[in-house]
């Protein structure tokens, strides 16, 4: 959430929230509705110092001017009765308002939508197109099943099989062993959550969209862990000398992919189920743009160490999530389409999630907000896809990352007889 001093004082914080293209009028409506709620906030303090002072009063008055003064109170006390609803009130519709401005877009981040990303850099080599692109090539191998899986669920739905899921076990075992290295407790976090928790980790209101509801909306599927590790330590004052607390979260995900009709049907590219490995850190606000750097770093280590080509874009402001300060993209490259896909991303939520959370560190005798961060580590399904392509060889055959070799027991694959 917001910070609504901030907002109301610094021209930079707002044009920072106006450079993720937000809704025309919304920014004014908050402050607007904040600056009632103040008004009718003093008023309300005002009144209840008055009756205070009027029930004291009575108790010292003199028995004849009592009925006078119990006169006055009550009146005081009506007053105050008819004017706390409208307080409630406008709090409520301050909250609902404010929870639909996004996170300011941080001065580094690039200017324009979709299209408009940075790239960083780019690292590797494309290299030539496989025979078969991964849906193909997947329905091959006797890998992947879409059409079974739609009868029993679908559309975007796939049954895996064979060493396909004996590499989908080595790349959760390796890439967790990759975070334990780099100081992440591995965790198993719930998949099921409380709609207070969407809306503290940062997803609703704004998606809400893209989430399957559960038990008549009492619990909603996530679509990553990041959202239950965010509560980890929803209320809590953290030890600022134990901070960063990274966490790594392995998970099954559930999105509906809202607006994506006709798009990427064919193999797993997008899928309504997948497992994860996910980065989470609460970390220290002086030093969250290091530890960006650090996840960051984490992931190209993982998608390099797979020796898979890719580039990393630094996002445009009006095409960031609403919790997201910043965010990088690595993007693999896909020979079957010869461009760049999204693999992985990572995002600095600065103090946006952790207001909600009321996440803090003790701070010279007080308490401040963490910042938390999130970076995808394996897209499980998704990296799949580009193995399959990248390790598909001339003769049909498959050959396994060499890291991968030690947890899934073989280093190639031979077709299925034709």
Known sequence: MI???????????????????????????????????????????????????????IGRAAPEERPARIAAATAL????????????????????????????????????????????REVGDPGPAPALDHAAFGE????????????????????????AVLLELALVRWVTDRLVEEGFVPVVPPVLVREETMEE??????????????????????GTSEIPLSALHRGEILDPDRLPRRYGGLSSCFRREAGTYGKDTRGIFRVHQFDKVEMFSFAHPDRSWEELDAILAVEESIVGGLGLPYRVVSIA?????????????????LPSEGRYR?????????????????????????????????????????????????????????????????????????????
């Open 77 to 120: 006390k009506e007053e105050l009765a008819a004017l706390e609803p409208v307080l409630g009130a406008l709090d409520a519709r301050l909250r609902e308002l404010a929870l639909q401005v996004p996170n300011p877009a941080d001065p580094s981040v690039p200017e324009g939508g979709e299209d408009d990303f940075e790239v960083v």
């Open 140 to 163: 091959r191998m006797g890998w992947v099943d879409s059409e079974r899986a739609a009868t029993a669920s679908g559309a975007r739905f796939a049954y895996l099989q064979r060493e």
């Open 3 to 57: 910070d609504l001093r901030r907002l109301r004082e610094d021209p930079d914080h707002r044009a920072g929230i106006e450079r993720k293209r937000v809704r025309e009028g919304l920014i004014d409506e908050v402050l607007a509705l904040d600056a009632q709620r103040r008004d009718r906030l003093a008023e309300v303090e005002a009144l209840r110092a008055r009756q205070n002072a009027a029930s004291k009063e």
């Open 317 to 333: 402001a009006g095409d960031l999530g609403a919790a997201a300060a910043k965010k990088y993209d690595i993007e693999v490259w």
């Open 342 to 418: 999204e693999l992985t991303s990572c995002s600095n939520y600065l103090d946006f999630s952790a207001r909600r959370l009321g996440t803090r560190f003790r701070d010279d005798g007080g308490t401040r907000l963490v910042h938390t961060l999130n970076g995808t580590a394996c897209a499980v399904g998704r990296t799949l896809v580009f193995l399959f392509e990248h390790g598909q060889q001339p003769d049909g055959s498959f050959a396994v990352p060499e890291v991968l070799r030690p947890f899934c027991g073989f280093d190639h694959v031979e077709p299925p007889p034709a």
């Open 201 to 222: 980790a940062g997803f609703f209101p704004t998606d809400r969209a893209q989430v399957y509801e559960v038990d008549g909306g009492e619990l909603f599927l996530v």
